[in-house]
C-alpha cells in the first residue's frame, strides 16, 4: 500500500497546504476546486507562500520549482481516477462531503485510501457511502499545514489495520508526528482546543476584557504562540462555526455551542484572515 499518487479535494487554507507538504515530500499531486477562479485563488496563495520561503532563504528556487512542478490543478474530479490515496479538504459539511466520498468511490481505484481532513464530523458516516469502509480514514492536518508538525490520524470502527498502517507511514514521510484519535467528535485537538476558542469569544462578548489582553493572558501566562482570538482568525470564523455547530449537535453539551458573536461575525462576511477582517484587522 504505498502512497505515490496523491489527489487533494479543495484549494483552500488546508487543501493548498497538504498538497504543498505532498509535493515537498517528492510525492505526484493533483488537487480539485470547485471551479477554476478559486483553483487559481488556492495555487496563487501557495505559490506566493513557497515565493516568500525562497526569499527569506528557507529553500531554493530550485526546491520551490520541483514542488510546483509536482502539482496538477484541476476542476474534474475523475481526473483521480488514479490516485493511491485522496483527502477530502472542502467546507466542513457532512451532505457535501458524503456526496465526494461517493463519487470518489465510483472514480477511484479499487484500492485507493479515501480520507478525510474534517476537523470533528463523523467518519463512519462518510466511509458508509462507499463500497470500501475499510479503506477510509481521517487525515487530520493543522494549519498552517506546511508548518504545523501534528497529524491526527482517525480510525473508523471499520478502518483496517493495514489502512492505518500506510496512513502512518504517508504521515511520517510528509514530515508529520502522526497521533491516532477515535472517530469520535473533534477527536482528541479540537474536543480539547474548541471549548477554549469559544470561551475566549464568550468572554470577549460579555465584556470581561478586551481582545489584546485576552491574548496576551494566554499567549504569556500559558506561553501559547498565540492567542485564541487571533487563532479563531487563522482557522476561519465559517470553519469555526460549522465545527461548533457540528459537536453541539453530536455532543449536546453548552460548552460547544457556538457564541452569538461568532455567528453575527461569520453574517457579516468577518471571517478572519482569509478576509483580512475578523476579531483583528488584517488589511
Ligand atoms: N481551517 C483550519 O484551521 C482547519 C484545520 C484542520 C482541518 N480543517 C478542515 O479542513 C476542511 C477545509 O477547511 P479550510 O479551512 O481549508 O476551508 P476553506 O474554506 O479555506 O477551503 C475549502 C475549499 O473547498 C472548496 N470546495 C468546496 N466544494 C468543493 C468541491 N466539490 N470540489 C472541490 N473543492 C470544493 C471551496 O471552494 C474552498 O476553497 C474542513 O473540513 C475543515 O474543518 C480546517
Known amino acids: ?20 507538504v505532498c509535493a515537498q515530500a517528492g510525492l505526484d499531486v493533483k488537487v480539485s476546486e470547485a471551479n477554476d477562479a478559486l483553483l487559481q485563488k488556492g495555487l496563487g496563495a501557495m505559490k506566493a507562500g513557497l515565493s516568500r520561503n525562497v526569499e527569506k532563504g528557507r529553500m531554493t528556487k530550485e526546491d520551490m520549482e520541483g514542488i510546483l512542478s509536482r502539482i496538477k490543478g484541476t476542476t474534474n474530479i475523475a481526473d483521480f481516477s488514479d490516485r493511491d490515496l485522496v483527502i477530502e479538504a472542502i467546507t466542513e459539511n457532512m451532505d457535501l462531503k458524503k456526496k465526494i466520498f461517493a463519487e470518489l468511490d465510483k472514480i477511484c481505484l479499487p484500492t485507493a485510501l479515501l480520507a478525510t481532513n474534517t476537523s470533528c464530523l463523523s467518519i463512519i458516516e462518510m466511509a458508509m457511502v462507499t463500497k470500501r469502509p475499510d479503506k477510509v480514514l481521517g487525515l487530520h492536518f493543522f494549519n498552517p499545514v506546511p508548518i504545523m508538525k501534528l497529524l491526527e490520524m482517525v480510525k473508523t470502527i471499520a478502518t483496517s489495520a493495514e489502512v492505518l498502517e500506510a496512513g502512518k507511514q504517508f504521515g511520517e514521510k510528509v514530515g508529520k508526528k502522526v497521533i491516532v484519535a477515535k472517530d469520535s467528535p473533534g477527536f482528541i485537538v479540537n474536543r480539547l482546543g474548541i471549548p477554549f476558542m469559544l470561551d475566549a469569544i464568550r468572554m470577549l462578548d460579555s465584556g470581561l476584557a478586551t481582545k489584546e489582553d485576552i491574548d496576551t493572558g494566554v499567549l504569556l501566562g500559558f506561553n501559547h504562540p498565540m492567542g485564541p482570538l487571533t487563532l479563531c482568525d487563522m482557522v476561519g470564523l465559517d470553519t469555526l462555526y460549522f465545527i461548533a455547530n457540528a459537536m453541539y449537535a453530536e455532543l449536546k453539551d453548552p460548552k460547544f455551542a457556538a457564541p452569538s458573536l461568532l455567528g453575527k461575525m461569520v453574517a457579516a462576511g468577518w471571517l478572519g484572515r482569509k478576509t483580512d477582517k475578523g476579531f483583528y484587522d488584517y488589511k
Do not use: D, H, P, Y
Not at 1 to 20: D, F, N, R, T, Y
Open 1 to 20: 500500500m504505498e502512497i505515490k499518487k496523491v489527489g487533494v479535494i479543495g484549494c483552500g487554507l488546508m487543501g493548498s497546504g497538504i498538497a504543498q
